[in-house]
């Protein structure tokens, strides 16, 4: 997974996305990028550009968060019980970096019943091709 050390990560990423994606930071809600974001393509890990998630699968969960009801596919994230802060809930990380990219919730929508709350700076995007 995580092979990479502190300081190589405290080089890549802003201040910001080392308190999320490393120190298992959150976002103040409604404040990112990609809460209310509509394009199409794929949003990936911001500190090791894993394919995430597909714009297909957000939607407005008025959360204040990016949110998604699936992932681009099952290998990319790992889920970890979290019972921090007085909560338990389910962790999402990027299973290729480690990195803390939010929370999972089984309040979502059809299909999959499934609310990946993600926070925006943990994650990139790529623009859908329009070369098809």
């Known amino acids: 997974m995580n092979e990479k050390n ?16 490393r120190n298992k930071g959150t976002e103040r809600a409604f404040a990112g990028k990609f809460n209310a974001f509509k394009e199409e393509g794929v949003f990936h890990c911001a500190g090791c550009k894993s394919p995430l998630f597909d714009s297909k699968t957000k939607y407005d969960s008025g959360s204040g968060w990016p949110s998604f009801y699936d992932v681009t596919s099952s290998d990319k994230v790992k889920i970890i019980r979290d019972k921090s802060h007085g909560m338990i809930r389910d ?20 299909p999959t019943g499934k609310r990946y709350c993600i926070n925006s700076v943990s994650l990139g995007f790529e623009k859908k091709s329009t070369d098809s």
């Open 6 to 21: 502190d300081a190589y990560w405290k080089q890549e990423l802003t201040d910001e996305e080392y308190n999320v994606l």
């Open 91 to 110: 962790e999402v990380v990027c299973a290729k970096c480690g990195g803390h990219l939010g929370h999972v919730f089984e309040d979502g929508p059809n």
